[in-house]
């Protein structure tokens, strides 16, 4: 039979998770069941969320930060929307796809930790449990009255658990930090708003500065001083969904004296403006 050449959308659900929810559930602000036609393609700079696309049927792909990943029937491909991404159908074997966008606490810790920024396919999950996972919660966002906040973010969890055994018994295992870099990252992460200097930081670790670069590039992939700018804008994206301090006000929270140099910073990693982001963030909940 030959690919279908529009996209078929089965399911396609709404939501409009309470901003009180958002800050301790996972919640999922849309979800649905797409046949893909040849041409199914999209392409982003940002978008709120994490989409997470349950492949049941043919093939798709994925293009990450200039690397293209090909999905197969069975994977589950997890795309961090905050950042630049792109994905579509395979045009000789469209994929069918279930997908979530989710929201919530420690998606970025989770994604770091199953290592998708550099392979956003997980492969190897279970497809029948996951896939009635997504059964069950189109029908609890379907419902006249959506099911529970509580019931939503426990199904959620679950899929994710799935994916995190799928990494594991795929020899992914979560990176272990060596043991002369466990303090001055404890350090970095609890006091992330202090100045720390590589003379610093090495001090803690008890290796020469060059030493201790080397060796936290080999774990890291980055410098400690990138690292830590990734943090802070990291802490400083939740002050700015979270709260409504000023945006001098949350650079001053997390490390920076400079506003000027904070908003050029925080628009290196985002793309965005402290502001913009702020603005894009809180008007998605609202029409979510």
């Not at 069941?33 to 043919?58: S, W």
């Not at 093939?59 to 905050?82: A, M, P, S």
């Not at 774990?219 to 400690?224: D, E, N, Y």
Request: glycine fraction near 6%; aromatic fraction near 8%; include cysteine.
């Amino acid at each position: 039979m030959p690919a279908a050449l529009e996209n078929v959308f089965l399911v396609s659900l709404h939501s409009m998770p309470s901003p009180a929810h958002q800050e301790v559930f996972y919640t999922v602000p849309r979800a649905g069941h797409l046949i893909a036609g040849i041409h199914h393609h999209i392409q982003r700079n940002h978008f709120p969320g994490h989409e997470l696309i349950l492949c049941v049927r043919g093939r798709g792909w994925t293009c990450i930060e200039g690397h293209r990943h090909k999905v197969e029937q069975g994977d589950l491909l997890w795309i961090n929307c905050h950042h630049p991404h792109e994905h579509g159908a395979d045009p000789h074997d469209p994929w069918e796809v279930y997908w979530i966008r989710v929201e919530g606490p420690r998606l970025e810790q989770i994604s770091d930790l199953l290592a998708v920024r550099e392979n956003p396919v997980i492969r190897g999950v279970d497809l029948e449990a996951v896939g009635s996972l997504y059964h069950q919660l189109f029908e609890l966002l379907a419902g006249e009255a959506p099911g529970s906040p509580a019931s939503i973010h426990a199904h959620v969890a679950q899929v994710l658990a799935l994916a995190f055994n799928a990494r594991q018994q795929a020899g992914v295992r979560t990176p272990q930090l060596p043991i002369a870099l466990r303090r001055p990252v404890e350090r970095m992460k609890m006091f992330y708003f202090e100045s720390h200097t590589v003379a610093s930081l090495s001090a803690l670790a008890g290796l020469s500065a060059t030493h201790f670069s080397r060796l936290f590039k080999k774990a890291f992939g980055t410098s400690p001083v990138d690292w830590l700018r990734r943090e802070r804008i990291n802490q400083a994206k939740r002050r700015l969904v979270d709260t409504t301090d000023a945006v001098k006000a949350i650079a001053d929270q997390v490390g920076y004296n400079d506003r000027y140099f904070f908003s050029k910073d925080f628009k290196k990693h985002t793309g965005l403006t402290p502001n913009q982001f702020r603005e894009v963030e809180t008007s998605s909940r609202r029409t979510v």
